[in-house]
Structure formats: structure tokens, C-alpha cells
């Protein structure tokens, strides 16, 4: 729970890398005038409350379509699906991500293909893509890393080439822009997290595709509800990944709020930028072309957890987005990749710290965190 003093920051302030309940107190009245909606129709799974959801969502993306569904890590599952990739096929991913977004390779039945980031922007490298091609590759998910949109032209220019689908993990970027246009409408799907801390956030586990295919919109809807079209018709093997209507009710809602929200996250994050000047602090680059949507907000240094430990005694509570790469995972111990595989991505594993950054942070709250930063001498 944090604890703004005016005028300052004592050993008593307490900043949290999140608080979510500092929205819902903003919310709480058209939220429960929202939900209370849906347990008067009694749409609890899809239905009306999703369906205008998704019709709002894909107006707000730019795209033909829109599906909800039960989570970011379902949606990245039925994108690769969806296109038809299975066993024997191989996707590329940045060993730099939550590992949901190979997840979605895996539970395909395909492999994923761990490429490294660029050292700046930490998003996907291109280059690093073109050496991981084989024969079986189908397809690149690209990440909007901790918001910033991937650097699209170049992932879409190699894949081009190859023939090579590009899919986008938007979890941390909704409302993201890349040369002006939405993230989720530049490949050919775009996969979102609606997790409660997300940016656009549910109340309960949640996520959604965009895209503009009719064939590949057709498909998800199919497969998210038991592989059917027509009830009690099963045209294949299908999943319950449907949305629940509570969801749907609650980001139409929160839908409306959701570029302020990331403007001030933008502004916070301008703010840490230009006030901290902290040489042994790096950021990520953010190029021209890029809206950031400020998911998070990392600093590297070279000693990480002294970092942490020092901010910790300041009262600023950090997180740390990721402190293993998806290439050194446990899980992904088969694939056979050993330390340097990736040496952007295991850089950043072993620096990065995210600072607190969320709409609703005070005045005070900032300042006391770029204090804090600015006071760290490693
Ligand atoms: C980059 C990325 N991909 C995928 C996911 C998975 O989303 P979910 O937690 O909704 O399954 C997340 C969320 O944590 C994420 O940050």
C-alpha cells in the first residue's frame, strides 16, 4: 500500500512497482453499474458483453476483426494455430520476452526459435531473425517490448523474403503506435493480454487477437469455442478460450479511458528520463517511429540487485522483466541453447530493473523515485 507525503519523501513512503486498486477507486461506480449489466442478462461467457467489446477493440486497433479471448497466452496459442503451424514447423522469438509468447509456439506443437535483441531498442534484431532461418521456419512473433513497438519494417522485410509470417505479441503494448499505426494491426495478427496488471487491464485473466483476415478471424472464433461454428457441431478439435462476458463489459469501459491513461504513463516516463542522470543508468532506446505505451519503464546497470536492494531501502519497490532469458529456461532445457547464445538478451536479464509506472502515480511518488535513482552511486 503506498503512502504519498506531500512535500517530500521519508523512510515511511512505500511506492509500489504497481497498485491496481488506485484505478479501481477512480472506477468503482461505472464499474459496477458495467457489471452489474451483465448479471442482469446473465451473459457470462461471450455474448453481447464481449461481442461489443470486440467490435470496439478492433475500431480502436484499426482492423477488420476483433476476437476475445481467455488470456494473452491463449491468443499468442491460436495465432500460430490459426495460420497453420504445427509439429515439424519453427517460429522466431526473442529469447527476451515473458515466456508466454513461445508458449504459444509450444502449445502449437511447433518449436521456437530463440533470436537476440538489438542492444539499444531491446527489441527483436532482424539480423539475429535472418541467422535463425531454416527450411521449417514459418513464422516471427515479434514483442512490443515493455511497451515499444518492434521495429516492424525490418522483421517484416526479412520475413517477406522467406515467406514467413509475422505475428505481434502486443501484451504489454496496447495502444502502442509504430510509424502512427496501432499496434495489432501490422502483421497478420495481433495477440493482446488483458491480465489485471496489463495496461488495459480485466478483472480476471483475459486476452484477445486483432487482425484483418476474414480466414484467420473465422478460425479463432472456431477453435476458442470447442472447434465449432454452429452449436453442437464440431468441425474439429477446439478449445474453451471464449472471453467471459464480465471481461467484455469491463474493458468496453476501461477501453474508453485507455489513451489517457497511457499518456500519463508516457508523461511519467518523460519525466524519469529527463530527471534522471544517473550515468550508471542506461534506458531503452526509443526511435522516432516509436509511440511508446510505457508498460514498463527499465533501467539497466551493471549491478542489478544492489540497484534493487538500494531502492528497496529508499521505499521504491522495483520489478525485474526478466531475470531469465526464454532460451535458459528449465522448460526450454531440450532445445539445447547454452549461456552466449544471446548476448543482448542475457544482458538484459542480468541488468534490468522496472520502475514504478502506472497512471496513477502522485507527483510525489515520481520525484521520489527519480530522488531515489539519482542518489544510487553503485
Ligand atoms: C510479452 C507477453 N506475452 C504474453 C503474455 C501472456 O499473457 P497472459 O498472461 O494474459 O496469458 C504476457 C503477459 O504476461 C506478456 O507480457
Known sequence: MATG????FG?????????????????????????????????????????????AFASYCGTGFA?????????????????GIGPGDEVIVPANTFVATAWGVSHAGATPVFADCDPDTWTIDPAS???????????????????????????????ERRGLFVIEDCAQAVGALYKGKRAGGLGIAG?????????????????GITTNDPAIDERVRSLRNHGSVKKYYHDEIGFNMRMDGIHGAVLSLKLKYIDSWNEKRR????????????????????????????????AVTEKRDRFKAFLEEKGVFPGIHYPVPCHLQKAYAHLGYGKGAFPNAEALSVGCLSLPIFPELTDDEIEAVIEAANGYAG
Request: charged share 25%; net charge neutral; proline share 5%.
Open 5 to 8: 507525503i506531500s512535500g517530500g
Open 11 to 55: 523512510p515511511c513512503m512505500s511506492i509500489p512497482f504497481l497498485d491496481i486498486q488506485r484505478q479501481y477507486a477512480s472506477l468503482k461506480d461505472e464499474i459496477e453499474s458495467a457489471t452489474s449489466e451483465v448479471f442482469r442478462e446473465g451473459a457470462y461467457s461471450g455474448g453481447p458483453f464481449v461481442d461489443a467489446f470486440e467490435a
Open 67 to 83: 476476437e476475445g479471448l481467455s488470456s494473452g497466452t491463449d491468443a499468442l496459442h491460436l495465432a500460430v494455430r490459426a495460420l
Open 129 to 159: 531473425i535472418e541467422k535463425r532461418l531454416t527450411k521449417r521456419t514459418k513464422a516471427v512473433i515479434g514483442v512490443h517490448l515493455y511497451g515499444q513497438p518492434f521495429d516492424f519494417d525490418g522483421v517484416a522485410e526479412v520475413a
Open 191 to 207: 495477440c493482446f493480454s488483458f491480465y489485471p496488471g496489463k495496461n488495459l487491464g480485466a478483472y480476471g485473466e483475459a486476452g
Open 267 to 298: 508523461v511519467i516516463a518523460k519525466r524519469y528520463r529527463d530527471g534522471i542522470r544517473n550515468p550508471l543508468l542506461k534506458f531503452q532506446k526509443t526511435p522516432d517511429w516509436a509511440t511508446h505505451a510505457y508498460h514498463l519503464f527499465v
